[in-house]
Nanobody, 118 residues
Framework: QVQLVESGGGSVQPGGSLRLSCVAS????????MGWYRQGPGKQRELAAT???????NYADSAKGRFTISRDGVKNTVYLQMNSLGPEDTAVYYC????????????WGQGTQVTVSS
């Protein structure tokens, strides 16, 4: 059973930064793709950023230029560095793992809350 455990959320003022971490119970090298999704109050869950096994990244338009996703295969951890945060970034951030490109199932973490307010 794969487990994804997020951490690093919290409260920050507008313009601030946070780094989220997602530790996987298994080797992240075994996953085709990992990513971060978020769900704001009253909103649907949406993409923030993803990274494939070979390092290809993809960002939501709202994240481009502000967020950076990265991975550490030794630590089995995926990070999301978030800069220039604004109130619109307030959400629960979830880590996701896609085991194979053709997989019909996903793994999710429990989420970590990010609150941006003055």
């Amino acid at each position: 059973q794969v487990q994804l455990v997020e951490s690093g959320g919290g409260s920050v003022q507008p313009g601030g930064s946070l780094r989220l971490s997602c530790v996987a119970s298994g080797s992240i090298g075994s996953f085709f793709r990992m990513g971060w999704y978020r769900q704001g109050p009253g909103k649907q869950r949406e993409l923030a950023a993803t990274i494939t096994r070979n390092g290809t990244t993809n960002y939501a338009d709202s994240a481009k230029g502000r967020f950076t996703i990265s991975r550490d295969g030794v630590k089995n951890t995926v990070y999301l560095q978030m800069n220039s945060l604004g109130p619109e970034d307030t959400a629960v951030y979830y880590c996701q793992a896609l085991p194979k490109a053709w997989a019909t199932y996903l793994y999710w973490g429990q989420g970590t809350q990010v609150t941006v307010s003055s």
